[in-house]
């Protein structure tokens, strides 16, 4: 009895669990999709003849899509799919679209309004070109099938039986199959005929294909077998070591040949690993220990070459290293560890380009981090920076040695230098105009003709190709289309038959990028586009032959929102630096009332941008701050840029909000000076804190995930998130006060909040995610403790399940601290008091006591 009542409690628990989980998940689609006022869209994909696109519907910025959509850019018919999954890799030609719909697959042909449903079928790719089909059924039958517009001429081309698993190329031209025998065999796409590669013994570890993919590499057991398609040669590779190998990479040059290298533990035990781990003064490694038994590590390092079937080793060691560009015959070598200095998150890395016959490093190249180096796809020259900055490159050949510069000063910041496809070219951009260099005659010409007092800035090219882990290049034979921002102007060119052409001109946001999957046809003459404005939901457009045609508008009603209003205006602070401010203002705004105004800060980049079509429903806050949100409730919400100046990070915000806020309040009358707010998150909750211990300028703020103690919480913090210490977040990075600790600790003590919490008069709302490793959210506690000490109207928020932020992906959590944040501001700046969880929470004449 005792043993049938344990079963019928743990059946109950298994219960109540499941539901409990199916009902967290129903309150997180519930946040979402109470309300289906405001969605919003999105450019998903395209296909690739241009004629139907992918758009997204959103409601209340929920990460997934409530509702997908196909629509023709030509006629603007409008198909729903949402019910369609796993498509997007499968975009044909023609309105050829295959996908699953729950566990079957469908093909669809969008032209002829026909599909075609297959049950049983465990995975499948198609071939776009070829216009083909790979699917593998539950059976373990693999069939290929050629695809038509008529789904009645679909043809079955090859059924195979008894398969395991298929491996399709990236570029699906290359097929390979494994049957339950462990026979792997080759599938021409051309004539489907079979060719046997090799009998295997065990499973795949895993298959890499080289870079031209008419070939890979299998690792199985402790070999690795080098496969030749062209040749059917295939090369084998033993790994064997005594001990289980480690961090096994493999890559290929462009002749085939293959990059290997991997460790292993020895048998020399490091005998204090399991209690004591040492932190050396002048360590290039700060790593905290597990405590768990260690050993000296091996390290190996090989170049197998294909044609040859012969392996040169190479020196490698914890200290020396190689990276794998893709030229044959070289490598980079580097050494991680030598100029690290924990100055920035990326350390410095001096690479030089390594000879593998010789075994030795032939020149040096460069100063560098992150690696930019950018073979040419003929691989006969390397594209590479000359310092840190990357505002310098320059040219090597890689048979002469010889190097040159090109002119590349005022490099536009984030625009890498790209080659063409033909490796003769290099697109960049500086001074506001986009160049090419001729690497023949060594000559510039200036594509674009802007003027420095015009000034532009050139975004990234859009219509990048690349050779997987090798490199991007533009494809001169195609149009290619780049952004030009001038003032408030944002303009859409294209670069075709070497001439540039205005397409799109507008003052909204304006997002021309890639996505997960191509919004390009790939002829690259239809391209799709999205804007949107604080008073524009989004808006999906097409660029087709030149031409542009909106393929799908929003259907909020315009009456929500074409009241809104904003002015945008320049002030300076105390160094007569140009800043931007922009004032939202409030719904039913009567110039004749007093409303109070909530400021939200970050730096010079403004986060989210002013012109997001903000929603105004609590879930699609950011990190609490919603400016429409705000509006909707009366408020006035000014969002104004700040920056960092020599006199620190804290003092430096007080400047420029201070007379942001003056300059607003000269612009509108109707701001109520008494009654002002100020928000920010992460470094803007660190600018929140600081305005709000030295001015008195603000009634109350919320200042979230902050780094209140700039000294002990920064400056002096080991990082586990970064894995070092955080002292360069402190000096350089955004926080940028110039000077380390010891050479001005007056400055640190001035910009610290912490150490000037005493003074506030401000109410201040914190919060933190109790994950957040980024800026540790211990920072927030002390700031709350030094604030509670002095009896100062605080009061904090620990999220349990938050990392550095809050996202639609945290709806509940996103959801609360909205509601907070607004209680807060409506507690403090609109006297409405009956908020219990403020009101009980601030009074020091009383007490509360913590329930949790």
Known sequence: MKIILKI???????????????????????????????????????????????????????????????????????KDFTHVSNFYKSLLNKGIVVGNIK???????????????????????THLELNLLFTLKNSSEFIITKLSENLKKIKTELSLQAIDKYYLSPNSNT????????????????????????????????????????????????????????????????????????????????NNDLFVSYQFNSDQIIPESEYLDIWQGNSKQLVPSDFKTKYKKIYKAFVYKTKQDTITSLERKIDKDYLNI??????????????????TYFPPIEYSLYDIDKQKNITSLSMTSQSPFYPSIDGKHILYPVNRAKDKWEILNIKTLEKHPFDTDNLTKGFSPIWSQDSKTIFYASNGNLHSYNLENRKTINLTQFKNTDKVHIGRLVNRESIPTYVSYVDTNKPFYFIGTQENNKT??????????????????????????????????????????????????????????????????KDLYKWRKRVDFTFTDKFNKNLNGYLFYPKNYDPKKKYPMIVHLYDLNLVPEPNEFSIPVHVTSI??????????????????????????????????????????????????????????????????????????????????????????????????????????????????????????????????????????????????????????????????????????????????????????????????????????????????????????????????????
């Open 623 to 852: 990190c609490g701050f919603n400016s429409s949100l705000l509006t909707e409730n009366e408020y006035f919400v000014l969002v104004a840029q700040t920056y960092v100046t020599e006199e620190g990070t804290g003092v430096s915000a007080v400047d420029c909000v201070t007379n942001a806020v003056n300059k607003s309040l000269e612009i509108e009358p109707s701001i109520d000076k008494d009654n002002l707010g100020v928000i920010g998150h992460s470094f803007g909750g660190y600018k929140a804190s600081a305005i709000s211990v030295l001015s008195d300028l603000f009634k109350a703020s919320v200042s979230g995930a902050g780094a209140h103690d700039l000294i002990g919480g920064m400056m002096f913090r080991y990082s586990y998130y970064r894995r070092m210490p955080d002292w360069f977040m402190a000096e350089k990075s955004q926080s940028n006060m110039m000077v380390k600790f010891s050479e001005n600790p007056e400055k640190y003590y001035i910009n610290s909040p912490i150490l000037n919490a005493y003074k506030t008069k401000t109410a201040m709302l914190l919060f933190t995610g109790s994950q957040d490793d980024n800026i540790d959210w211990e920072n927030t506690r002390r700031m709350f403790i030094a604030l509670k000490r002095e009896q100062k109207p605080v009061m904090a928020l620990f999220y349990k399940n938050i990392i550095h932020g809050f996202s639609p992906s945290n709806p509940i959590e996103n959801r609360d601290l909205s509601i907070r944040v607004l209680d807060w501001f409506d507690y403090h700046l609109k006297n409405k008091k009956n908020i219990p969880w403020i009101k009980e929470g601030l009074d020091y004449n009383t007490y509360s006591i913590s329930t949790n």
């Open 492 to 557: 859409i060119y294209m670069f075709d038959k070497q001439k540039i052409k205005s397409i799109y001109t507008t003052i909204n946001d304006l997002s021309l990028r890639r996505t997960s999957n191509k919004t390009f046809s790939n002829d690259y003459n239809t391209v799709l586009f999205q804007i949107e404005d604080y008073n524009l939901p989004t808006k999906i457009l097409a660029i087709q032959n030149k031409k542009v045609s909106t393929v799908m508008e929003s259907d909020i009603n």
């Open 103 to 125: 566990k079957d697959l469908a093909i669809f042909s969008l032209n002829q309004n026909d599909s075609l449903l297959i049950k049983e079928v465990a995975k499948f790719n």
């Open 326 to 343: 893709g030229i044959p015959g070289y490598l980079l070598s580097y050494n991680y560890f030598k100029d690290i200095d924990f100055d």
């Open 8 to 78: 019928l409690v743990l059946l109950i628990l298994c219960l109540y669990s499941f539901q409990k989980a199916v009902s967290q998940e129903t309150d997180k689609n519930v946040f979402f999709d109470d309300d289906l006022t405001w969605s919003s869209l999105s450019a998903a994909a395209l296909s690739p003849d241009g004629q139907w696109a992918v758009v997204g519907k959103r409601y209340n910025k929920n990460p997934r899509p409530k509702k997908t959509y196909f629509v023709n850019t030509t006629t603007k018919e409008k």
């Open 175 to 254: 097929l390979v199959v494994l049957s339950k025998k462990r026979e792997l065999i080759q599938i021409n796409l051309k004539d489907f005929t079979l060719n046997k590669i090799i009998d295997l013994k065990n499973n795949i570890k895993t298959l890499q294909w080289n870079i031209n993919q008419d070939g890979f590499v299998i690792h199985i057991d402790n070999k690795l077998h080098v496969i030749d398609l062209n040749s059917n040669k295939i090369g084998v590779i033993d790994i064997s070591e005594d001990k289980d190998i480690e961090n096994l990479k493999l890559s290929f040059f462009l």
